[in-house]
Every structure is written in C-alpha cells, then in structure tokens.
Nanobody
Framework: QVQLVESGGGLVQAGGSLRLSCAASGRTFGNSAMGWFRQAPGKEREFVAAVSWSGSHTYYADSVKGRFTISRDNAKNTVWLQMNSLKPEDTAVYYC????????????????RGQGTQVTVSS
C-alpha cells in the first residue's frame, strides 16, 4: 500500500521555524516529483513548493519564496519542507504529494497525497 505520511507540524510563534517531513512507503518515489500543498480553513488547497525527481529543480509559490526550502533524499524516500520566518497567514494543513509524470504546481498533477499535518502560526 502506497503511503505518504507527513510529520513535523505544530504551533509556532510568528517569525519561528518548522521542518515538515514526508516519508513515503509502499514504493520508491525516486523517479517522481514531490510537492507540498496547504489548505487553510475556508480556502482552496494551494501549491507551496515542488522538487523534481533528481532534486535539481525546485519551484515555490510567491508567498513562500525566500522563506521555505524543499529538499529530498531519494535513498530515504523522504522529502522535507523547511519553513522559516513563519507568518500567521502560513497557518494551514500541509500536504505532501507525489507526481509520476510532471513537476506540477496544481493538485491535479499529483498522483498520491498524504493526510496532512497542521501548522499553526500565532501572532
């Protein structure tokens, strides 16, 4: 059974940092693009960041560029999202996703998704 399991969420003050992890199991995702999305209450799910299968190309939403960093280790079947200088507007459930064909910026590009981890940033 293919699973993506996120961890590392929590409550942090504005300006603080969190590091999210996404561990994949059930198959290797070494040839898949990996991405992070988030969904705040009452809002649509939005793209946060993506990394190509090799790790050589990364993409970020404008709202997180310069503050968040996506990285991966194919040997560990794991992807991370380092989040610095967090703002209250970053509060959301963060989801990890895997795409077998493209390094996309929309949820429809992704074939597998995790259950999410809550990130809450207090002001």
């Amino acid at each position: 059974q293919v699973q993506l399991v996120e961890s590392g969420g929590g409550l942090v003050q504005a300006g603080g940092s969190l590091r999210l992890s996404c561990a994949a199991s059930g198959r290797t995702f070494g040839n898949s693009a990996m991405g992070w999305f988030r969904q705040a209450p009452g809002k649509e799910r939005e793209f946060v960041a993506a990394v190509s299968w090799s790790g050589s190309h990364t993409y970020y939403a404008d709202s997180v560029k310069g503050r968040f960093t996506i990285s991966r280790d194919n040997a560990k079947n794991t992807v991370w999202l380092q989040m610095n200088s967090l703002k209250p507007e970053d509060t959301a459930v963060y989801y990890c996703a895997a795409a077998d064909t493209v390094t996309g910026v929309v949820t429809a590009d992704y074939d597998y998704r995790g259950q999410g981890t809550q990130v809450t940033v207090s002001s």
